[in-house]
């Protein structure tokens, strides 16, 4: 079955230190990869997005992903993290080459301490 | 552009009750979604249109859930004889044929009492 894999649920980390959520997944061939950001009371925003190509992709906000095929994993990660990036994280696939639908992990919330 | 709205932001109803939910794309994108988010999970997919037609419907969607899309513009979801569990964030986004991501809207936070 088609799925999505988040292992942390609530991850905390240091403002300034690095930070790196990460994503499993399981899919019949490589699907469309994304990242999505929700903040509290706000609709989901994209991060990034992998279709094909060069496996590090960068995206909004100072984050990137690398899509690692031998691993079924597409890993989130930021150098320094802010404050202003406390909110939960949803990594999700869809099918190639369809405008279907996503289906997402269940998520990962990152808490930023001073 | 103002991006993908949805009204009302929160409802809360008894149960029993039938609710419906508005969603308005980005104007220029033919597919429309709807997605339900229950506290501590991810988005599970409900439904999507191709301009006016529905293409794809998850058998989370009960015969209780209708979806519409008239003009291929907006979107309504309706949901008969409300339930306890029912209670969700309902989420909807939209895409251009051409691309592939989705945005999403503010959602629409059901409560059903």
């Known amino acids: 079955a088609q799925s999505v894999t988040q292992p942390d649920i609530h991850i905390t980390v240091s403002e300034g230190a690095s930070l790196e959520l990460r994503c499993n997944y399981s899919y019949g061939a490589t699907p469309y990869l994304f990242w999505y950001v929700q903040s509290p009371g706000q609709g989901l925003q994209l991060l990034l997005k992998y279709f094909s190509g060069d496996t590090l992709v960068q995206g909004i906000k100072g984050f990137e992903a690398e899509f690692k095929r031998s691993q079924s994993s597409f890993n989130l990660r930021k150098p320094s993290v802010h404050w202003s990036d406390a909110a939960e994280y949803f990594c999700a696939v869809g099918a190639p080459g369809s405008q279907g639908n996503l289906i997402f992990g269940k998520g990962t919330k990152l808490s930023v301490k001073p | 552009d103002t991006g993908v709205s949805q009204d009302p932001r929160h409802k809360i109803t008894k149960r029993g009750q039938n609710v419906t939910f508005r969603c308005d794309p980005i104007s220029e994108h033919n597919r429309l979604y709807w997605y339900r988010q229950t506290l501590g999970q991810g988005p599970e997919f409900l439904t999507y249109?191709?301009?006016?037609?529905?293409?794809?419907k998850s058998r989370l969607l009960s015969d209780r859930f209708s979806a519409e899309r008239p003009k291929g513009s907006f979107s309504t979801l309706e949901i008969q004889r409300t339930e306890q569990g029912d209670s969700a964030m309902y989420l909807c986004?939209?895409?251009?044929?051409?691309?592939?991501?989705?945005?999403f809207g503010p959602g629409t936070r059901l409560t059903v009492l």
């Open positions: 249109f191709q301009n006016e037609a529905q293409l794809e």
């Open positions: 986004a939209s895409s251009a044929i051409t691309g592939g991501e989705q945005f």
